[in-house]
């Protein structure tokens, strides 16, 4: 049973690492759509400068910069969509990796404990078994 305990406590312990790595990897997916939408956001902030400008070189493009700035809005958009999926699939990922944890902790107590019990079941029987231990 011991042999049992402990590849089950090793086995939980190579999923929890297997678990982190997932959930390092959906961080990064999210990191990206966070820069992407920082990019969009400065992108638009610039488009409404040249829009709002007097310049006369900005006046002939008004109507690009107005029909690119609605593109990059519904771009925005989904992102926001895909970011606010991608949170919660980290947060899931994580709360994953959280309970494989605590049950890998849970497992390796349970083998520490099953092996003081058998070394102290051992000692006992060493000392008390006749002749095989020291005798009173």
Not at 59 to 84: H, N, V
């Amino acid at each position: 049973m011991a042999g049992d305990q402990q590849s089950r406590s090793k086995k939980l312990k190579r999923l929890v690492t297997v678990q982190r790595h997932i959930e390092k990897m959906a961080e990064g997916e999210l990191a990206e759509l966070t820069r992407q939408r920082s990019e969009i956001t400065e992108t638009i902030s610039n488009i409404s400068v040249a829009i709002a400008s007097m310049s006369p070189e900005h006046i002939p493009f008004t109507k690009l910069y107005a029909e690119r700035m609605q593109r990059l809005t519904a771009r925005d958009r989904q992102l926001e969509g895909m970011q606010q999926v991608q949170e919660m699939r980290v947060m899931q990922e994580r709360t994953k990796g959280d309970r494989l944890e605590d049950n890998m902790k849970e497992a390796r107590a349970l083998e520490d404990r099953e092996r003081d019990d058998n070394a102290i079941y051992d000692l006992l029987e060493i000392t008390l078994l006749p002749g095989k231990g020291k005798t009173y």
